[in-house]
């Protein structure tokens, strides 16, 4: 990856960080100050979120290290570390959120100042908005997997934070409206709602960070454009087989078995799978290829008879050529 989109990486994570640090200093403020167990709630998941943020910044810079001796494919897997990381901890500030919502749910306490509470909330929706979605954009376009999960941190909280807004907002035009019906239960309920909703954000986390971490293939669309990739080769490429892909935060490991014709010289398959090589790269940019050169025989067995190219006519004529040579 260009240093180009590395700073662009490095730049909003580091956006990311004041965000969310002016949101949980403003949220703590104002949930302490009207007495709102919703709005801590809110408090907790930013503080997580920011949490999650300096984990992704940190991530980011030890991704963009170039492999050394000890690292020899590279730090990119740092970002899935950190993207599984992060999914914890919304776990646990999950299970936090719930404790506290239920034991306000037991024994309400009133809420004063309600508007300032709506404020807040009205206030982190927007700026969440606008981080998440910067996010978004950024973690697409550099494949980067800490963004991501940073990005749908931001984005949950949204939603929670809409939900907060409602609960406060019934709750508040309840009190002019109808003042003698106790409204106080949405309030936990809300927090609880907020609780329920990261837990499931959590868990998406989980899986998108934690597949590359246990060497999963890349995803079937990607392999089926390999595969498309290889052969307009054809002819020169007679067949291929034994794909097998992993990623490592946003570089791919591509490899796969060849077959040429026998008569092929050594110089000229080199200068082949150099030309594939960079088909691949073109689609795919900054991925590890790795291929094996075969003789094709004609002979295809139960391996390679997926990948081969070659009509019944052509595989009858390589046979002739390699018992010639």
């Known amino acids: 990856m260009d240093s180009y989109q590395q700073k662009r990486k490095i730049r909003v994570a580091a956006l990311s960080i004041l965000s969310n640090s002016t949101l949980v200093l403003l949220k703590l403020a104002v949930g302490l100050f009207i007495g709102s167990v919703a709005i801590l709630s809110e408090a907790i998941h930013?503080?997580?979120?920011?949490?999650?943020?300096?984990?992704?910044?940190?991530?980011?810079?030890?991704?963009?290290?170039?492999?050394?001796?000890?690292?020899?494919?590279?730090?990119g897997k740092a970002e899935n570390i950190s993207g599984t990381i992060e999914a914890a901890l919304i776990f646990v500030a999950a299970a936090w959120i719930i404790f506290e919502a239920v034991d306000k749910l037991l024994d309400p306490?009133?809420?004063?100042?309600?508007?300032?509470?709506?404020?807040?909330?009205?206030?982190?929706?927007?700026?969440n908005i606008a981080v998440s979605e910067l996010l978004f954009r950024v973690a697409r376009d550099t494949e980067s997997v800490a963004l991501e999960a940073d990005a749908w941190h931001l984005r949950t909280d949204v939603y929670t934070s809409f939900g907060v807004m409602a609960g406060l907002g019934i709750?508040?035009?309840?009190?002019?409206?109808?003042?003698?019906?106790?409204?106080?239960?949405?309030?936990?309920?809300?927090?609880?709602?907020?609780?329920?909703?990261?837990?499931?954000a959590a868990y998406r986390l989980t899986v998108t960070a934690a597949r590359d971490l246990m060497d999963a293939s890349i995803p079937p669309h990607e392999e089926d454009e390999i595969r498309t990739i290889v052969k307009t080769v054809y002819p020169r490429v007679h067949g291929f087989?034994?794909?097998?892909?992993?990623?490592?935060?946003?570089t791919r490991f591509v490899e796969f078995h060849a077959k040429v014709g026998p008569?092929?010289?050594?110089?000229?398959?080199?200068?082949?799978?150099?030309?594939?090589?960079?088909?691949?790269?073109?689609?795919?940019?900054?991925?590890?290829?790795?291929?094996?050169?075969?003789?094709?025989?004609g002979k295809c067995d139960a391996e390679c008879t997926g990948g081969c190219l070659l009509s019944g006519d052509e595989r009858d004529m390589v046979r002739q050529k390699k018992s010639s040579l």
Request: with cysteine; charged share 15%; proline share 6%.
């Open 171 to 200: 709750i508040w035009g309840g009190a002019w409206l109808a003042p003698g019906v106790n409204l106080l239960w949405l309030d936990p309920v809300a927090a609880i709602t907020v609780a329920l909703l990261i837990i499931g």
């Open 241 to 250: 087989h034994k794909l097998r892909t992993r990623k490592s935060g946003n």
């Open 109 to 127: 306490q009133p809420i004063s100042m309600v508007g300032w509470g709506v404020a807040v909330m009205l206030i982190s929706s927007v700026a």
């Open 46 to 75: 930013s503080g997580v979120d920011l949490v999650a943020a300096l984990i992704a910044y940190v991530a980011v810079q030890a991704s963009r290290k170039p492999a050394d001796e000890d690292h020899p494919f590279g730090h």
């Open 263 to 297: 008569e092929m010289t050594v110089g000229d398959s080199h200068a082949l799978m150099h030309d594939i090589t960079h088909l691949i790269e073109r689609r795919f940019p900054g991925s590890h290829i790795t291929i094996h050169t075969e003789p094709c025989d």
